[in-house]
């Protein structure tokens, strides 16, 4: 009986609750499409929240174990999520972090990772500092920068993306990324940094990123070269990268369906393809390859199973399609 | 004749049944029966699992992004235990992730009815209510938090400074009348962002600023070189006669009546020397409690400066005094105050050195326009054969008074 004492509002609030089905979805909207009226509730929460003014919460962080967000400890204790704003810091510590974006992408941040969590418009970006993240895309793009490197899951993936020092004396990053579901649009075909506006005022267009391969910046640079460091871009389906990288296999082993087209086309056109395959593979991002990212050189990866190829103002296959000043990330 | 035996020994069916299993079979039933009644008075309905696994299970749904599983977990939990407002704060959770902020909402507000004095269940809510952007509830919800477990502040903090706006609306309506909470806020917001200046302002404007903040502040404003108006806080809130200072003495804690405060600010700066000894000392002054005393160890031709203040002057003519007594301070080189003003105005009084009681020394100097500047206590190293000085000497009562 004491737990009927308050039945009235009790009632009240589960009548609401059962009274209010699933939010109901547009009939023929497509996921990641930038139509406006694919807004999902969530969106329209974040609109209505601009409107009076107020900050954006650009997703929610929870874990069992204490996080850092902007450098003061959070006790998951005290609450199971916490509100993110644009530009925070999270960092996780012994045990794994959940962010649930703004546009509803799940990331779990590994132990004693550390990302600046940022919205793009109607997505997000994460910078990641430190560490690695799992991360399970719904209906829009993730934006991802590893190391200088900007690696973009399309919508519907699922995989993750790591960061670690490599053993070498020149303290390169290795980002090892891989998709297990969906592929990557972009895998390092770009530089970015902690703001995201890098690769978003560049419009050269990509720089050299990708796997490259080697502790010596092995990047193809020269246009119309189909080398890359000590590897060759091989044929249709492979691209080889340095000797450290695992491009070839990775390409055969998880390439989707156009990964092969992509490379064989980047080769045929005479640009430098310097790429893991398909998602899986380890890109060495070392200061040379910074340096030639900046550059003019012009290679195209061969990861993202092909999404690169597509130049429809339309996307592809339902994607939003590449990156482009007619199709930039929505900052 | 053997088959008849064993076809003797054995029971039929019914003998089992009325017989010694009988009873076997009825404790099945009643065991099976009470575990039932205590499932049904215990239990969540869902999967038949304790509230709490239940919520676990929830929370798995919740984590793998399948959002509504957790809301028709999390209905379930709350409904089998709807006096347990964890529940209901969970489902607000899960709701709010799907976007059904209506709803979320009343489920946050019900566990809210349901132990108005939970900080946890307080704080979920001004989670969800920064969430969504209703930050006077948000920030009403924090303020009860921050008062029932102080332990939570720099959650709360974070929280504010994140999503709470301006700081005017965050010391109104997340704060409110505390100055200490106040306080602790200015000095959290100064830590990440000393730019930030309207959080000082909002806490000036409603008279809550305290010493501490004030002194973190004025060291700020040195910092930019922004003398003036760190003088001006200087004389509201830290100045020993915040009345006559910048009035009548230009000199703070003239008479070294409190110790100095380590820090950049307008008290008295004292750095430790090896050849001397530098003390505040009680049982000799010439007026109120205390002085400044000297003691040089005769070991080196000391070039001292190691006592010295900060000091804002505006435009005019300034006189410079302060009592001195010495006690067989040696060599030709005794002790002076000097100043240094802008605009190259200086003044040094006459050295002093032998044995005197207090006595008044003095010089002038005139200012043209308004700057910091620095008074020192200072012995310039001797060019004699003897040159190490040794003594004692004590200083009180400094003075910078315009001349009027």
């Given at each position: 009986?004491?737990?009927?004492?308050?039945?009235?509002?009790?009632?009240?609030?589960?009548?609401?609750?059962?009274?209010?089905?699933?939010?109901?979805?547009?009939?023929?909207?497509?996921?990641?499409?930038?139509?406006?009226?694919?807004?999902?509730?969530?969106?329209?929460?974040?609109?209505?929240?601009?409107?009076?003014?107020?900050?954006?919460?650009?997703?929610?962080?929870?874990?069992t174990?204490?996080?850092?967000?902007?450098?003061?400890?959070?006790?998951?204790?005290?609450?199971?999520?916490?509100?993110?704003?644009?530009q925070?810091q999270?960092?996780?510590?012994?045990?794994?972090?959940?962010?649930?974006?703004?546009?509803?992408?799940?990331?779990?941040?590994?132990?004693?990772?550390?990302?600046?969590?940022s919205?793009?418009?109607?997505?997000?970006?994460?910078?990641?500092?430190?560490?690695?993240?799992?991360?399970?895309?719904?209906?829009?793009?993730?934006?991802?920068?590893?190391?200088?490197?900007?690696f973009?899951?399309?919508?519907?993936?699922?995989?993750?993306?790591?960061?670690?020092?490599?053993?070498?004396?020149?303290?390169?990053?290795?980002?090892?990324?891989?998709?297990t579901?969906?592929?990557?649009?972009?895998v390092?075909?770009?530089?970015?940094?902690?703001?995201?506006?890098?690769?978003?005022?560049?419009?050269?267009?990509?720089?050299?990123?990708?796997?490259?391969?080697?502790?010596?910046?092995?990047?193809?640079?020269?246009?119309?070269s189909?080398?890359?460091?000590?590897?060759?871009?091989?044929?249709?389906?492979?691209?080889?990268?340095?000797?450290?990288?695992?491009?070839?296999?990775?390409a055969a082993?998880?390439?989707?369906?156009?990964?092969?087209?992509?490379?064989?086309?980047?080769?045929?056109?005479?640009?430098?393809?310097?790429?893991?395959?398909?998602?899986?593979?380890?890109?060495?991002?070392?200061?040379?390859?910074?340096?030639?990212?900046?550059?003019?050189?012009?290679?195209?990866?061969?990861?993202?199973?092909?999404?690169?190829?597509?130049?429809?103002?339309?996307?592809?296959?339902?994607?939003?399609?590449?990156?482009?000043?007619?199709?930039?990330p929505?900052? | 004749?053997?088959?008849?035996?064993?076809?003797?020994?054995?029971?039929?069916?019914?003998?089992?049944?009325?017989?010694?299993?009988?009873?076997?079979?009825?404790?099945?039933?009643l065991?099976?029966?009470?575990?039932?009644?205590?499932?049904?008075?215990?239990?969540?309905?869902?999967?038949?699992?304790?509230?709490?696994?239940?919520?676990?299970?929830?929370?798995?749904?919740?984590w793998?992004?399948?959002?509504?599983?957790?809301?028709?977990?999390?209905?379930s939990?709350?409904?089998?235990?709807?006096?347990?407002?964890?529940?209901?704060?969970?489902?607000?959770?899960?709701?709010?992730?799907?976007?059904?902020?209506?709803?979320?909402?009343?489920?946050?507000e019900?566990?809210?009815?349901?132990?108005?004095?939970?900080?946890?269940?307080?704080?979920r809510?001004?989670?969800?209510?920064?969430?969504?952007?209703?930050?006077?509830?948000?920030?009403?919800?924090?303020?009860?938090?921050?008062?029932?477990?102080?332990?939570?502040?720099?959650?709360?903090?974070?929280?504010?400074?994140?999503?709470?706006?301006s700081?005017?609306?965050?010391?109104?309506?997340?704060?409110?009348?505390?100055?200490?909470?106040?306080?602790?806020?200015?000095?959290?917001?100064h830590?990440?962002?000393?730019?930030?200046?309207?959080?000082?302002?909002?806490?000036?404007?409603?008279?809550?600023?305290?010493?501490?903040?004030?002194?973190?502040?004025?060291?700020?404003?040195?910092?930019?070189?922004r003398?003036?108006?760190?003088?001006?806080?200087?004389?509201?809130?830290?100045?020993?006669?915040?009345?006559?200072?910048?009035?009548?003495?230009?000199?703070?804690?003239?008479?070294?009546?409190?110790?100095?405060?380590?820090?950049?600010?307008?008290?008295?700066?004292?750095?430790?020397?090896?050849?001397?000894?530098?003390?505040?000392?009680?049982?000799?002054?010439?007026?109120?409690?205390?002085?400044l005393?000297?003691?040089?160890?005769?070991?080196?031709?000391v070039?001292?400066?190691?006592?010295?203040?900060?000091?804002?002057?505006?435009?005019g003519?300034?006189?410079?005094?302060?009592?001195?007594?010495?006690?067989?301070?040696?060599?030709?080189?005794?002790?002076?105050?000097?100043?240094?003003?802008?605009?190259?105005?200086?003044?040094?009084?006459?050295?002093?050195?032998?044995?005197?009681?207090?006595?008044?020394?003095?010089?002038?100097?005139?200012?043209?326009?308004?700057?910091?500047?620095?008074?020192?206590?200072i012995?310039?190293?001797?060019?004699?054969?003897?040159?190490?000085?040794?003594?004692?000497?004590?200083?009180?009562?400094?003075?910078?008074?315009?001349?009027?």
């Amino acid at each position: 009986m004491r737990r009927l004492a308050k039945l009235p509002l009790f009632a009240t609030a589960l009548a609401a609750l059962v009274l209010n089905g699933a939010p109901q979805q547009r009939p023929g909207s497509r996921p990641g499409g930038n139509d406006p009226a694919d807004a999902t509730p969530a969106a329209a929460a974040e609109a209505a929240v601009a409107a009076a003014g107020e900050v954006l919460v650009v997703g929610t962080i929870s874990s069992t174990a204490p996080l850092l967000i902007d450098g003061v400890s959070m006790d998951g204790r005290a609450a199971s999520s916490w509100p993110l704003a644009g530009q925070d810091q999270v960092a996780s510590t012994t045990d794994a972090a959940l962010l649930v974006t703004h546009d509803q992408n799940l990331v779990i941040l590994d132990p004693f990772t550390e990302v600046r969590v940022s919205a793009a418009g109607r997505e997000t970006y994460l910078y990641l500092r430190k560490g690695g993240l799992n991360f399970e895309t719904r209906q829009t793009r993730l934006f991802i920068c590893a190391a200088g490197y900007l690696f973009v899951p399309e919508p519907l993936s699922t995989g993750y993306v790591r960061m670690a020092k490599s053993q070498a004396a020149d303290a390169t990053f290795l980002v090892d990324h891989q998709v297990t579901a969906g592929a990557f649009i972009e895998v390092g075909d770009r530089g970015c940094d902690e703001q995201g506006l890098a690769w978003l005022l560049s419009s050269a267009g990509p720089g050299v990123a990708g796997a490259v391969g080697g502790a010596a910046g092995a990047v193809g640079a020269a246009a119309g070269s189909a080398a890359a460091g000590a590897g060759a871009a091989a044929g249709a389906g492979a691209a080889a990268a340095g000797a450290g990288a695992t491009a070839a296999g990775a390409a055969a082993a998880a390439g989707t369906a156009v990964a092969g087209t992509a490379a064989g086309a980047a080769a045929a056109a005479g640009t430098a393809v310097a790429a893991a395959g398909a998602g899986i593979g380890t890109a060495a991002v070392t200061a040379g390859a910074v340096a030639a990212a900046a550059g003019s050189a012009v290679a195209v990866s061969a990861a993202g199973s092909g999404n690169n190829t597509c130049t429809s103002p339309d996307g592809c296959n339902g994607n939003p399609g590449p990156l482009s000043p007619a199709n930039p990330p929505l900052l | 004749m053997a088959e008849g035996a064993v076809a003797a020994s054995m029971p039929d069916s019914s003998s089992i049944i009325a017989g010694r299993w009988l009873p076997l079979a009825m404790s099945v039933l009643l065991a099976m029966l009470t575990f039932r009644s205590l499932l049904l008075e215990n239990v969540s309905g869902e999967l038949g699992l304790p509230p709490q696994r239940a919520a676990n299970l929830a929370y798995r749904s919740l984590w793998r992004g399948d959002t509504d599983g957790a809301i028709r977990r999390f209905q379930s939990v709350a409904a089998d235990d709807p006096a347990f407002p964890y529940r209901w704060s969970d489902l607000g959770s899960a709701l709010a992730d799907a976007g059904r902020n209506a709803e979320a909402q009343a489920a946050f507000e019900h566990a809210l009815e349901l132990t108005p004095a939970s900080p946890q269940i307080a704080l979920r809510a001004a989670n969800f209510y920064f969430r969504t952007g209703q930050t006077p509830r948000a920030l009403q919800l924090c303020r009860a938090v921050l008062r029932r477990l102080p332990l939570y502040q720099d959650m709360v903090f974070s929280l504010f400074y994140r999503f709470g706006g301006s700081s005017a609306r965050v010391l109104e309506q997340g704060i409110g009348s505390d100055a200490e909470l106040a306080n602790n806020y200015f000095r959290f917001v100064h830590a990440r962002d000393p730019r930030n200046e309207s959080i000082w302002l909002s806490l000036d404007a409603n008279s809550l600023a305290n010493s501490t903040s004030a002194r973190v502040r004025v060291q700020w404003l040195l910092r930019q070189s922004r003398q003036r108006e760190a003088a001006l806080v200087w004389k509201k809130y830290l100045a020993l006669h915040k009345d006559d200072w910048l009035r009548k003495n230009f000199v703070d804690n003239a008479g070294f009546e409190v110790a100095p405060v380590p820090g950049e600010g307008y008290d008295w700066v004292v750095e430790a020397s090896p050849v001397t000894r530098i003390t505040r000392v009680g049982d000799v002054h010439s007026e109120g409690s205390h002085s400044l005393r000297i003691d040089f160890d005769g070991s080196q031709n000391v070039d001292f400066r190691n006592v010295s203040q900060s000091l804002w002057l505006e435009p005019g003519q300034y006189r410079l005094r302060a009592s001195v007594r010495t006690e067989a301070l040696t060599t030709d080189e005794g002790i002076r105050l000097q100043v240094s003003g802008p605009g190259n105005s200086s003044a040094v009084t006459e050295s002093v050195t032998g044995t005197s009681d207090w006595h008044r020394v003095s010089a002038s100097f005139t200012v043209v326009a308004a700057g910091p500047g620095q008074i020192l206590l200072i012995r310039r190293p001797s060019t004699r054969f003897e040159n190490r000085p040794r003594g004692s000497v004590w200083l009180d009562d400094i003075e910078i008074s315009p001349v009027r």
